[in-house]
């Protein structure tokens, strides 16, 4: 298992909450990619950066996560034969409670799901949200995950970003017979 995990560094720097969102995935054996979209040149000295994370890849902020996540499969074609790949970025604070992530992990693996992710949105229709999706070996070797991955560009505007990969991501992954499941239910149809 392997997390594609973006972070975003606007000042040569890690965030300090990812250190230990980064060590709570290894500790549940998920090997972290850990992929620096820098505004400036990275200069973070700290030494877990570079001792924690199985591999660490810097570049450019352009594309948001989708690009991000996109450039490193391409590059390493080998990710689609893993059990599961996360696609995982930065936004969530946590995990707070080191029993409680792994159980929240052991449900993502045994999920039925070829995708799950964390939370559903009914905003600009119904999709899971981004950052934090499960993508089991049975999508990832999949035509139409890998055609998907194929089709993402790097765009300036964020919305353009929601609206072409992260809104239809979903929805192009059911209608090729992908099983997708969100763990947490939005209450309402608004953006939770």
């Known amino acids: 298992e392997v997390a594609l995990f973006v972070t975003h560094s606007p ?9 230990h969102y980064v060590e709570q ?3 549940q054996g998920i ?16 030494q ?36 599961i790949v996360y696609l995982l970025n930065d936004s969530l604070f946590g995990p707070t409670n080191e029993d409680d992530f792994g159980r929240l992990i052991m449900r993502v693996r045994t999920s039925a799901a070829d995708i ?13 949200q981004s950052y934090f999706l499960a993508i089991k070996q049975s999508a990832l070797r999949s035509f139409a995950f890998q055609k998907f991955i194929i089709s993402i560009r790097s765009f300036d505007d964020k919305d353009d970003v ?7 991501f979903v929805p192009k992954m059911q209608a090729k017979g992908i099983k997708v499941e969100a763990l947490f239910k939005a209450m309402s149809i608004h953006n939770p």
């Open 11 to 19: 000042d040569g720097k890690i965030k300090p909450h990812v250190r």
């Open 25 to 27: 995935l290894k500790k």
């Open 31 to 46: 090997d972290v990619w850990l992929l620096i979209a820098a505004d400036r040149p990275f200069e973070d000295d700290e």
């Open 48 to 83: 877990w950066v570079t001792t924690v994370p199985k591999a660490v890849f810097i570049r450019e902020n352009k594309g948001f996560d989708f690009a991000a996540w996109a450039h490193v499969l391409r590059m390493e074609r080998a990710l689609y034969g893993c059990d």
């Open 162 to 168: 929601i609206n072409n990969y992260e809104v239809k």
């Open 116 to 128: 799950v992710g964390l939370t559903d949105n009914h905003e600009r229709g119904w999709h899971i």
